[in-house]
């Protein structure tokens, strides 16, 4: 019979790797989250159009603007006397990617599995 | 936690041997591993899998443990060097099952992915998507709206 094929080693760290990690204290603050998800939905924004649409002071918008780009995750492009900013996930790599698409996919398959013994009350 | 490593488990009110039936082999995996399934479970044998999606699989089983786990290598037929490993457990919990997924990338397709650690370290990228939590909430506290934006522009 068969042995188990054996598993192949670790990958080893790249060198992306560093710490404190930008990335994650750029996504930590909920108006910093709040700013991302305003400049995804519109494309791209100025300082200006997002402290119109957000509670929070251009200036107050114009730091949390720059920890963002600090940590890649917008760019910006100066058109006329601001800045646009648009997103910019190269930092939110394939790995990310990935274990959002593979994970929604295994809660998708074992919600299914689970279904098959508690199936819905009608 | 690595990176590279996706774990979910889902509890399930019903008693293991009928849990592993599902587990055990292609007929019990249909209708939620995948739409179709076709492979023998035992160590060494391939096999295909239809995902719900429609996207075709192949696999390997790789180990099977009688009432207790089925690992195997799978990947997208069109992408064969994005393999991973898969492993499902089944354990008893009380009077009902507990269903433990991983699935790992696979070293060689890291290569495949650029060799890049992410800039979420292991740490970081674990508390992010929460062991076990439906990634849907944790990602979403975190993200919200721009999880898609983000995942889109990054095609």
Redesign the interface.
């Given at each position: 019979?068969?042995?188990?094929?054996p598993?192949?080693?670790?990958?080893a760290?790249?060198?992306?790797?560093r710490?404190p990690?930008p990335?994650?204290a750029a996504?930590a603050d909920p108006t910093r989250?709040?700013i991302?998800?305003a400049?995804?939905?519109r494309g791209e924004a100025t300082a200006t159009e997002l402290a119109a649409e957000l509670p929070v002071s251009r200036q107050a918008v114009v730091k949390h603007l720059q920890a963002l780009a600090a940590?890649?995750l917008v760019g910006a492009e100066r058109v006329g006397r601001e800045q646009r900013y648009r997103?910019?996930?190269?930092?939110?790599?394939?790995?990310?990617?990935?274990?959002?698409?593979?994970?929604?996919a295994?809660?998708?398959?074992?919600?299914?599995?689970?279904r098959?013994?508690?199936p819905p009350a009608r | 936690m690595d990176p590279f490593t996706i774990t979910r488990t889902v509890r399930i009110d019903a008693d293991t041997a009928a849990v592993w039936a599902s587990v055990a082999n292609a007929e019990g995996l249909a209708g939620w591993l995948g739409a179709a399934v076709e492979v023998d479970v035992a160590p060494g044998a391939a096999g295909r899998i239809v995902a719900h999606d429609g996207t075709a699989r192949r696999l390997v089983i790789t180990e099977v443990a009688e009432h207790r786990r089925v690992g195997f290598v799978w990947w997208n037929q069109d992408e064969p060097a994005d393999a991973s490993r898969v492993v499902i457990s089944v354990e008893g919990d009380g009077d009902g099952t507990r269903v433990t997924v991983t699935e790992t990338v696979d070293p060689v397709a890291v290569g495949a992915l650029g060799g890049r650690a992410s800039a979420l370290g292991p740490a970081e990228m674990g508390d992010l998507l929460g062991l076990g939590a439906r990634w849907d909430d944790r990602l979403g506290q975190l993200l919200g709206a721009a999880t898609s934006a983000l995942v889109a522009a990054g095609a």
């Open positions: 019979m068969t042995a188990s094929i598993p192949a080693g670790r990958p760290r790249g060198p992306l790797d710490g990690d990335v994650f996504l989250r709040e991302l998800r400049v995804g939905a940590a890649d997103l910019t996930p190269a930092p939110l790599d394939e790995a990310l990617r990935w274990m959002i698409e593979v994970g929604a295994w809660d998708d398959r074992l919600e299914r599995l689970r098959r013994f508690e | -």
